[in-house]
């Protein structure tokens, strides 16, 4: 057993993960300002990215609506631009993204469970993968729970076919649930721009009469800046789509076309609608305190408003209308918190535990006011219940240490919507309530029970782990519950030809001191391994292992999904743990089950020495190696023709043109490299922000072509080409199992140097023949394809690995 480091593998730190809130003055006085303000707005569209950041601020900003965006989708059937994941990996990192998004326009985050399954033609398609009578219930219950007066649609639910089928879809379940909700909105809208018509020149002559221009770009003096610099700084944080945005000022107008309810000004969206206080029975005495907080705001003692802000909140707990009883609860709460300058903390003295496991929790308690407050009692994860009962007085700092045993039947750390088996199209939630949710709230709960003014409070915080890094100082990390043992198979993928003998590697990690059990593969039948178990102790804490297997394969063609497990005290365990660590973004933790597809059939290779030039991120090169190639990663500021000879063929990775500036220039290397008897393979760019038209040695033009069904019917434009027949014979059975889609952008116009290899096409749609380019340049081969190799290799399609190998192997 090879020993490695499991916090080198595993962790990494994360500056921003949870670190707290601590509002300023400017901040909290925009939070009266929601408080006083009894509208809400719910922008609805279909991923992460779709969202008018620029309405979405408007709203929050100007009005001080309570603003919500429902993304029907957590976007994992998109590619990423900052790292290799892809999928559920992929829905988490834009989960967080549209979490900090929204912690920077004002508004709110929710969610249905349909899972993007990839680019759709159309919505019936979109329905027949998603469970519409699913999803609709969703967005109805997220209208139901939100109460919004104002709905605005991102898409235009009349025009199917003319963009993503996802887009159009959430515009017709939008309007659907309008009809379906019992308390009824007063007004939908559809945001649309000069840009669903077609032109500039088309928009001008359109009909008018339901559409309302808002000059949205307003000044935020308080703020000091622009409602569309907000904007942009929301939407950039959209970072694995590259989304990057420069804030503008200056005039900017939205346009808003009225589907139901009736057209208000363009002066007042909310015409028509009480948004004060009067709109609940009861509110009236509210108002007489708040507003005059808000009109004589002291920004230099903000606690001088406490002891109305306590009657305020009394009055709230009084009202009859439940709705609005809960949601301005949690916001008046969240301002006496902050007026006090009350500073209220949990730390983990560990990172990860275990259930039935000790650790030591460490609060903070701190009153920065002269404000009465008092500590009553803390409960630790709903268990334990700790007396403190300490007058906290200004600017004197509480804190202790308690001794807290983890519940042995404490669910273990993950992503809720996916810890139950998926459903095609559409994530398994069996507890509604969390269906609209982006995360579990406060997952490992610390409340604090508190006198403030005399009135009994309950604050919650989320346990977290922190800790002092040189270069980052006080840093945040979200505290989580592991299982005993993580057991992960190093590829997920591995290739045999018929009884060849393979060396498997397993990752075991324990997560508690002097672990003992027994690895094994469960193989079936015709897998034969030369040990059927592996006893193993793991001494140190978090430390992990690598234990081998000798895996021989069958002699007849077989695909298998095979799983790792340990075996200890009677328990399996046979999850591996995922972390997820972007600066940006809190650290997500994901336990899945190990497993990994053995794929035994007979691929030929020719050339061995493969450079990989790593675009936005993609697992191609890894996955390469399950043919015993040997990829080197090159640095694309190191591209050279001589460092380039040394290798049988140079693979371009995804997005390359799009993120490398090195290739505006050194792409006349992989020119040279090419004419000089080189073999390149460029796989896909999109249109968006390409660096340099020159692609290709010879004139190349691409589009938005794709084909999104992975079972489109392939046909050879020219079927004794090389590529298909050498060192592999390619067949229509090559392209059965493949995932998600045939490929993207694929190239619509190329010179005549060009050879297109294969045709395809989506239900229809025109036929497409630019999936596959090959042209000789000197003595070598260009060949520039969309082929969606980044997403098949990881899968095991077999196909896909022997048409790349044929690529590879290609000569003159």
């Given at each position: 057993m090879k020993k490695i480091s499991f916090l080198a593998i595993l962790f990494?730190?994360?500056?921003?993960?949870?670190?707290?809130?601590?509002?300023?003055?400017?901040?909290?006085?925009?939070?009266?300002q929601k408080l006083n303000f009894l509208g809400k707005v719910l922008y609805v569209a279909a991923h992460p990215d779709d969202e008018n950041t620029k309405l979405i601020t408007y709203f929050s900003n100007h009005y001080h609506a309570n603003t919500a965006y429902l993304?029907?989708?957590?976007?994992?059937?998109?590619?990423?631009?900052?790292?290799?994941?892809?999928r559920e990996k992929l829905g988490a990192i834009r989960t967080q993204e549209l979490l900090a998004a929204r912690r920077i326009d004002g508004g709110t985050q929710y969610f249905t469970r349909a899972n993007d399954f990839g680019y759709s033609i159309e919505p019936n398609e979109t329905f027949s993968i998603w469970n519409k009578k699913e999803v609709l219930a969703d967005v109805v219950q997220a209208i139901e729970n939100f109460q919004p007066d104002i709905i605005i649609n991102r898409f235009d639910y009349r025009t199917p076919g003319t963009t993503h089928g996802h887009h159009t879809a959430s515009a017709m379940l939008s309007l659907e649930a309008y009809d379906l909700v019992k308390?009824?909105?007063?007004?939908?809208?559809?945001?649309?721009?000069?840009?669903?018509?077609?032109?500039?020149?088309?928009?001008?002559?359109?009909?008018?009469?339901?559409?309302?221009?808002?000059?949205?770009?307003?000044?935020?003096?308080i703020l000091g800046k622009s409602n569309h610099e907000i904007a942009a700084l929301s939407r950039s944080q959209h970072k694995c789509q590259g989304f990057g945005s420069i804030g503008t000022r200056g005039d900017d107008l939205e346009y808003l076309e009225l589907i139901k309810g009736n057209l208000p000004s363009k002066d007042n969206l909310f015409e028509g609608i009480d948004t004060s206080w009067n709109r609940i029975k009861g509110g009236n005495e509210i108002a007489k305190i708040l507003l005059p907080i808000q009109e004589y705001f002291n920004f230099k003692n903000p606690a001088s408003h406490l002891p109305q802000l306590v009657k305020a909140y009394q009055l709230i707990q009084n009202l009859e209308d439940e709705h609005w009883k809960k949601n301005k609860t949690e916001e008046i709460k969240s301002i006496i918190e902050a007026c006090a300058g009350l500073y209220l903390e949990a730390i983990s003295s560990v990172e990860l535990a275990t259930p039935n496991s000790n650790i030591e929790i460490s609060i903070e308690a701190i009153n920065r006011s002269d404000a009465?407050?008092?500590?009553?009692?803390?409960?630790?994860?709903?268990?334990?219940?700790?007396?403190?009962n300490i007058q906290l007085n200004n600017n004197e700092k509480y804190t202790k240490n308690f001794e807290f045993k983890i519940p042995e039947n404490w669910p273990l750390s993950n992503l809720f919507w996916l810890n139950e088996p998926q459903q095609n199209g559409l994530y398994t939630v069996s507890n509604s309530a969390l269906r609209n949710l982006p995360e579990l709230n406060n997952p490992f709960p610390v409340v604090f029970e508190l006198e403030i003014e005399n009135q009994k409070f309950s604050?919650?915080?989320?346990l977290s782990f922190k800790k002092n890094e040189p270069n980052d100082g006080e840093t945040y990390n979200p505290f989580v519950v592991v299982p005993k043992f993580a057991v992960e198979l190093t590829s997920n993928v591995y290739v045999f030809s018929a009884n060849q003998t393979k060396e498997v590697q397993v990752k075991v990690t324990a997560f508690e001191e002097n672990a003992s059990g027994v690895v094994s593969l469960q193989l079936p039948n015709g897998w034969i391994s030369d040990v059927k178990k592996i006893p193993t102790t793991v001494v140190g804490k978090n430390e992990s292992f690598l234990v081998s297997f000798n895996v021989t394969s069958p002699d007849f063609d077989s695909e298998v999904n095979i799983k790792a497990i340990v075996e200890s005290n009677d328990k399996v365990f046979d999850k591996s743990l995922i972390q997820i660590d972007y600066k940006h973004i809190p650290k997500q933790t994901i336990l899945e089950t190990s497993s990994a597809?053995?794929?035994?059939?007979?691929?030929?290779?020719?050339?061995?020495?493969?450079?990989?030039?790593?675009?936005?991120?993609?697992?191609?090169?890894?996955n390469l190696e399950n043919l015993d190639y040997k990829v080197t990663y090159i640095n694309p500021k190191e591209i050279t023709l001589e460092n380039l000879k040394k290798f049988d063929a140079v693979i371009v990775g995804i997005r390359a043109f799009n993120v490398l500036d090195e290739l505006k220039f050194k792409n006349k290397i992989l020119f040279e490299y090419t004419n000089q008897g080189g073999n390149v393979i460029v796989q896909y760019n999109t249109t968006n922000n390409l660096l340099t038209n020159n692609l290709a040695p010879y004139p190349i033009t691409l589009s938005r072509e794709r084909v999104t069904n992975e079972d489109a019917e392939v046909k050879f434009i020219h079927p004794n080409h090389p590529v298909l027949n050498t060192p592999n014979k390619i067949t229509s059975k090559d392209f059965e199992g493949w995932v998600q889609e045939r490929g993207l952008y694929f190239p619509n116009k190329w010179d005549n140097d060009f050879i297109p290899i294969l045709a395809m096409h989506d239900n229809g749609e025109d036929e497409t023949k630019g999936s596959l380019l090959i042209a000789k340049y000197g003595k070598g081969n260009y060949i520039y394809t969309g082929i969606s190799f980044f997403r098949e290799l990881p899968e095991g399609v077999s196909g896909a690995y022997k048409l790349l190998a044929n690529l590879i192997a290609l000569k003159q």
């Open positions: 990494t730190t994360t500056l921003f993960a949870q670190a707290p809130k601590k509002p300023s003055t400017n901040e909290i006085y925009e939070k009266i993304s029907l989708t957590r976007g994992d059937g998109g590619q990423n631009l900052i790292g290799p994941e892809l308390v009824k909105p007063k007004r939908l809208f559809f945001n649309t721009s000069w840009w669903f018509y077609g032109s500039e020149e088309k928009f001008n002559k359109a009909d008018k009469s339901k559409l309302l221009s808002i000059n949205a770009n307003v000044y935020y003096p009465t407050i008092k500590l009553n009692t803390v409960l630790f994860l709903n268990q334990n219940n700790q007396n403190v604050i919650t915080k989320n597809k053995f794929v035994n059939l007979d691929i030929k290779t020719t050339g061995k020495n493969i450079g990989y030039i790593m675009g936005a991120g993609d697992e191609v090169g890894k």
